[in-house]
């Protein structure tokens, strides 16, 4: 809700893949800022590219909904489903925090609890998140909470600041125990899983504050490790063998 005093306007968004509802929030000498309510059936497919639409056009988003999107490392013991895939590569691929209640949103007679209703975010940050069991309904209201003086991204220019136990709880909660390993496709699937769930957590458990100081220069000598490391890891991911064990700048 938008109280009458925040001067606010509605905006149109069209887009093939959500059925949306937004809103332009103008701050006075700040940035503005679009929320966008987004509600995908479950039967129709996610595009990618309709994702990127939601957020290509604006500098502060938040969307937040029922996405009907299901992936292990926001809703655990889940039946993934491809949305919920498409979703994990695209905040990977563009770093904008996804952010879920630990709690389940979705309850079904007959099949697990899931977490269906997430907001993604880019150019602010989502403190807090909760689901509230308080209507008769098979959906749980989400709270979302907006630090509005935090317009940035999990990048150079900040500082995360992690609450180390709700990180703890997230991971064992969504990171599964020892995968089964049968070929190098598992090895690769199980460091994706781990990776992005590992990410998940952090960002879902953490305060990024913008820094005010010029950011530190990284040493040469560790410039230089970084890359030999680095090209190590792509000549290893080119020829599928594993990288060589002593450190060649040792």
């Known amino acids: 809700m938008i109280k009458r005093s925040i001067p606010h306007h509605e905006i149109k968004i069209n887009n093939p893949s959500f059925e949306t509802s937004a809103i332009k929030i103008e701050r006075p000498n700040n940035s503005t800022i679009t929320v966008i309510s987004a509600y995908r059936p479950p ?3 996610l595009l990618p590219q309709d994702l990127h639409q939601l957020f290509s056009h604006h500098n502060n988003v938040l969307v937040a909904g029922d996405l009907n999107a ?3 490392s926001w809703s655990p013991n889940t039946q993934q489903n491809v949305a919920g895939h498409v ?3 695209f905040c990977d691929s563009t770093g904008f925090p996804l952010s879920a209640p630990l709690e389940p949103t979705h309850f079904h007679k007959s099949l697990n609890n899931t977490v269906i209703d997430m907001a993604i975010s880019k150019g602010m940050t989502i403190t807090e998140v909760s689901s509230i069991p308080e209507l008769s309904s098979d959906h749980n209201p989400v709270l979302f909470e907006v630090s509005l003086d ?3 991204s999990p990048a150079l220019s900040t500082y995360a600041f992690p609450n180390w ?3 703890q709880t997230i991971l064992t909660n969504t990171l599964p125990g020892n995968p089964k390993i049968l070929n190098t496709d598992d090895i690769d699937n199980a460091i994706q899983n ?3 769930t590992f990410k998940n957590a952090f960002n879902n458990s953490s305060i990024f504050k913008t820094i ?3 950011i530190s220069c990284i040493p040469s000598v560790i410039r230089d490790k970084i890359k030999i490391k680095n090209r190590l890891r792509k000549d290893w991911q080119d020829t599928k063998y594993p990288p060589p064990l002593q450190d060649p700048t040792q």
Do not use: D
């Open 43 to 45: 039967r129709k497919p």
């Open 150 to 152: 935090n317009f940035t």
């Open 194 to 196: 781990f990776n992005s």
């Open 212 to 214: 005010k100081k010029p």
């Open 70 to 72: 299901k992936h292990v």
């Open 87 to 89: 979703i994990r590569r």
């Open 165 to 167: 136990s709700k990180f």
